[in-house]
């Protein structure tokens, strides 16, 4: 047997273990940590937890079975203990102030003619040890904003935490804003139920026959909506089972070509021929019959057939009765 690794090892040690899935704000993120020795837990208890941003007091939310636990490389950090009544009164008492915080932030962002930094939001962490600026705007190219003077500037305000200025994109900032969605749903999906943001592409939109006008298929934060998402797969799945569009096909009314279809219906709209015009008519899938391969089928069936001459055929046909 290979020898294994001190990771695989710390990794397998984890398995069937207390692991719980711990969200940091309302609609975030799930990540999961090693709650052995906490058996109490239950979702909606609070616990501390050390991150890369420091640490941070979160809600339980899950308790994952031993069967469904997939450990990171080096397992799964513990956490350091059970949030206690101090300090969830530590939480609020600092929540209070983190509007002040922004909003002296923005100042020296405007003083400092930072037009195009927009400070979106202060969070200060459970204990106060830590404050941190999420911003956004147009970056200088390298992909990030320069904004090392306003940081440096919020730490003297603010000597006794540990300032730090942290860039999110523009469909983050939608989440945290929150408000109407450009549907006119009264909450937008992504603070709603979004916990993490796929990828869109206009291929999505193409795909369910959506119109390309930017207005309709834009959300507020100026990106590709996020419900473009939703059905794209469905969409996908039963386009493969349609003709395309431009197809000739055999209907119940006669030959005809496809000139749309509607795909959560299996349904296909052809042009048949009426005459000198033609009528658009909608059949289901079951209904249709491709063209080139009935008439496949009719040459095949008229044809001579292919195994005469080396033998081992019973059909009754031959090469000389076919002509």
């Not at 001190?6 to 069937?16: E, F, K, M, P, W």
């Not at 979004?194 to 119109?211: H, R, Y």
């Not at 349609?242 to 795909?263: A, E, F, I, M, S």
Request: aromatic share 6%; net charge neutral; hydrophobic share 35%.
């Amino acid at each position: 047997m290979a020898e294994m690794t001190v990771d695989q090892d710390a990794a397998l040690a984890t398995i069937g273990r207390a692991i719980i899935g711990v969200r940091f704000m309302r609609v975030g993120k799930l990540y999961h940590f090693d709650a052995s020795g906490f058996a109490e837990l239950r979702p909606g208890d609070r616990v501390i937890v050390e991150t890369t941003r420091g640490r941070q007091l979160g809600e339980v939310v899950s308790l994952v079975p031993p069967a469904k636990q997939a450990p990171p490389q080096g397992g799964y950090k513990a956490i350091e203990g059970v949030a206690t009544a101090r300090d969830l009164a530590l939480e609020q008492m600092w929540r209070q102030h983190e509007t002040e915080a922004m909003i002296n932030c923005r100042e020296r962002a405007q003083q400092l003619n930072l037009e195009n930094v927009k400070v979106v939001k202060a969070e200060y962490s459970y204990d106060g040890t830590r404050l941190t600026f999420l911003i956004s705007g147009p970056d200088d190219g390298s992909g990030r904003l320069d904004t090392r003077s306003l940081r440096d500037d919020m730490q003297q305000v603010y000597p006794s935490q540990q300032v730090a200025l942290r860039q999110i994109g523009p469909r983050d900032v939608a989440k945290l804003l929150g408000g109407m969605g450009a549907c006119g749903l009264e909450t937008r999906c992504c603070a709603m139920f979004l916990t993490e943001f796929s990828p869109v592409s206009i291929k999505m939109a193409k795909e369910q026959g959506l119109s390309l006008n930017p207005e309709e298929i834009t959300g507020m934060c100026g990106r590709l909506r996020c419900c473009l998402v939703y059905e794209y797969e469905q969409y996908v799945a039963a386009r493969k089972t349609l003709p395309k569009r431009g197809k000739q096909v055999v209907t119940p009314k006669g030959p005809g070509k496809v000139v749309d279809v509607n795909p959560m219906k299996e349904a296909v709209f052809v042009a048949v021929s009426d005459g000198e015009a033609s009528r658009v008519y909608e059949f289901v899938k079951d209904d249709l019959q491709p063209a080139d391969e009935l008439e496949a089928l009719k040459q095949k069936a008229a044809s001579p057939c292919d195994r005469h001459e080396s033998g081992g055929c019973d059909c009754g046909r031959s090469k000389k009765k076919a002509h």
